[in-house]
């Protein structure tokens, strides 16, 4: 199978343009800081996600990296809620994200410990 057909990768795709245009009305003293940072992270999962498939071949390298996955999933969960604390997002949209984000990290969880069905 193709990662980008995987639902992991759809979904945090679609999470990681989300957060893009998101980002976009985030304040202009943020560009080096959240906007950044969010970006990069939220990017990063899908990045890591299509290496992890290219070392298929070898358990121990495609587990490091669906690792490194979930931690940038992590960290954009924590971005998430600095957007939150900081008003640039509302409730709504913060539980919308942390949602989707939290499938994504349970997907990359089954990733982790069941690398033979990948």
């Not at 495609?62 to 969960?77: H, L, P, Q, R, V």
Request: proline residues 3%; hydrophobic residues 35%; aromatic residues 10%.
């Amino acid at each position: 199978m193709n990662f980008k057909q995987t639902k992991v990768y759809i979904l945090a795709f679609e999470q990681a343009m989300e957060i893009f245009h998101l980002s976009k009305n985030l304040p202009k003293d943020e560009t080096y800081s959240l906007t950044d940072q969010i970006r990069r992270s939220s990017r990063s999962v899908c990045a890591n996600i299509a290496e992890a498939y290219r070392k298929k071949r070898y358990p121990a390298n495609f587990i490091s990296k669906a690792t490194d996955c979930d931690a940038e999933n992590t960290e954009t969960g924590v971005w998430l809620d600095f957007s939150l604390e900081c008003k640039y997002i509302d409730a709504e949209k913060h539980c919308s994200l942390v949602s989707r984000n939290a499938e994504i990290g349970r997907l990359l969880s089954h990733m982790i410990n069941n690398p033979e069905k990948y």
